[in-house]
């Protein structure tokens, strides 16, 4: 199979992210401007939009903000499509081999990642003070706790929270927060998965740790470590006057100054219609972090886990050094190039370490403090993950022997798609706009197209009601597909507990996959079995 040719420069002109468009198809492979560039032409390209909104042209569509997720469009050479799943014949692992036991539901797909079991392995979040998480978070934190997995709260959600209070600085009370750690416990079953507090330089300078374990009894915390918006500060939209003077008031840099006359003038004018708020990104240092994690602990963090973004490698390895001598349960890297915020577009397409190169670096970090004799945590890798296959492919991969790195993936925008797609097409069957395809296809009420909805209406009778649908749309999403589907592939390399999978499960397709993975060829692998097996 022919190498992957990266993708031109020609969508650098003309993105869906932004909203822009060129006039004509055939743009310079170079620029991505049109050949003849006219003054007459109606469209907006990123040049012209650039001319018009300046800074806003960095951002997604900002008219989006808060019913929308954003990712990059850059094809980066290398993903998890590079690889196939090597199916087996013979044999069953981690199940007797009789053809009446070993079938494909029996498969055993739970975790623990952070010490923490999981039904399935994947944790969601992290949803912090977007729009977009908090206007769909009970679908969010009730589907997560049907799932049994764990859903993290992002960053700023404290800072955010207009009815928060503080006391010389530090956060006492947040009606936000509070209500999103209930929403998860409403239909938590105290066993699998738990409820994460994710926390930024912001929150640690308001106490937000020390509030949500002490106040709301949150036994995750997690720390991030330099990730906002990419390696910047988080960022969201504002499209109040009056909350953004009040976020500025507490700390946090918004974009331009809502207590500018002038500024103000501008918005009430028109000119613009939202501030930007942004929060630091912290500068960690060894002694500081090491002490950091101690004095979580102090306050009764039960597990701790880390997350980063897509740095460089000596920052891949700085970062596992710190875990490692901080002994941290887990470690989640974030490839390029999605977001659940207001991620700049550049930043998504053009800057970090991609998926699969960044968990290459990571495992080979775990590898070296293995050899070492170093406490390794539990991996979790995040970045453009959305079925199965990928999952499979990023766990197995990560198993040199004795059991794989990587416990669970982290998923952010597709859990949000179900949720979002799902309150979306209820409320077209209340107003009878459903589609007439999906209507004559799935059923024109969401009892009769949500597949799940007669088993959870058994399983919780008269609490049924209690469940939003984008809940009931997240359970099925990540047990009715991705849990079986994992099932059917596990199944197919004969092996039925998700510790089995390993590296020799997969095979490259590309040089470019081998060479960066070490994983073989598909020509390659077990190319002596032919002559050994025969011989």
Same mark, same amino acid.
């Given at each position: ?101 070993? +079938? ?20 969601? !979040? ?21 799932? !049994? ?91 109040? +006057? ?39 990104? !912290? ?57 659940? !915020? ?194």
């Amino acid at each position: 199979m022919p190498e992957r040719v990266l993708q031109n420069s020609s969508y650098l002109n003309s993105k869906s992210t932004t909203g822009t468009n060129t006039r004509v198809k055939d743009v310079s492979p170079t620029s991505g401007m049109c050949p003849i560039c006219i003054r007459e032409c109606p469209f907006l390209c990123e040049i012209s939009l650039s001319a018009f909104r300046g800074r806003e042209a960095l951002y997604p569509q900002p008219e989006y903000f808060g019913d929308s997720t954003a990712g990059a469009v850059k094809d980066y050479g290398l993903d998890w499509s590079h690889f196939n799943i090597l199916s087996s014949l013979f044999g069953a692992e981690g199940i007797e081999a009789d053809p009446d036991l070993a +079938l494909f539901p029996n498969v055993d797909v739970s975790s623990e990642v952070a010490g923490v079991p999981i039904r399935v392995p994947v944790v969601i !979040g992290a949803y912090g003070s977007t729009e977009v998480a908090r206007v769909n978070w009970d679908s969010l934190a009730i589907g997560a706790a049907l799932s !049994g997995t764990i859903i993290i709260i992002g960053e700023n959600v404290c800072g955010m929270d207009l009815d928060a209070k503080f006391s010389n600085g530090k956060v006492v009370y947040s009606r936000e927060l509070k209500r999103r750690v209930e929403s998860f416990r409403k239909f938590w079953d105290g066993e699998y998965g738990d409820v994460a507090v994710q926390t930024n330089i912001e929150d640690q300078r308001m106490g937000v740790d020390v509030y949500a374990i002490s106040k709301l009894e949150v036994n995750i915390i997690e720390r991030k470590l330099g990730q906002g918006a990419k390696a910047i500060g988080g960022e969201v939209r504002i499209r109040d +006057l009056k909350k953004a003077i009040t976020l500025k008031r507490r700390g946090y840099i918004v974009i331009p100054d809502p207590e500018d006359p002038t500024v103000q003038e501008a918005y009430r004018d028109g000119v613009f219609k939202s501030f930007e708020r942004h929060s630091r990104v !912290g500068m960690p240092s060894e002694k500081d972090f090491l002490e950091d994690i101690d004095q979580l602990r102090e306050h009764g963090a039960k597990h701790v886990i880390l997350k980063t973004g897509s740095y460089r490698p000596s920052a891949v390895a700085f970062t596992m050094k710190l875990a490692s001598e901080a002994k941290v349960d887990a470690v989640t890297f974030d490839g390029a190039g999605g977001g659940t !915020g207001m991620s700049p577009v550049p930043m998504m397409d053009e800057m970090g370490t991609p998926t699969v190169y960044l968990e290459v670096q990571a495992l080979k970090c775990a590898e070296v403090l293995k050899r070492r004799g170093r406490h390794v945590p539990d991996l979790m890798m995040a970045g453009g993950f959305i079925n199965e296959t990928q999952i499979f492919k990023s766990i197995s991969m990560s198993n040199f022997g004795g059991g794989p790195y990587v416990k669970a993936v982290l998923m952010g925008r597709a859990p949000l798609t179900a949720v979002m797609k799902a309150s979306y097409f209820t409320e077209l069957s209340e107003r009878g706009k459903l589609p007439k395809y999906f209507a004559e296809r799935y059923g024109d009420t969401p009892d009769r197209f949500f597949i799940t909805a007669p088993k959870l209406r058994a399983m919780f009778k008269d609490r049924f009601s209690e469940i939003p649908w984008g809940a009931v749309a997240l359970y099925t999403y990540l047990t009715e597909r991705i849990g079986i589907g994992l099932k059917q592939l596990m199944a197919g390399v004969r092996k039925w507990r998700l510790n089995l999978i390993d590296r020799g499960d997969l095979a490259s397709l590309t040089e470019r996959a081998s060479r960066v993975t070490g994983i073989p060829l598909m020509e390659e692998a077990e190319k002596e079995a032919i002559e050994r097996i025969l011989g």
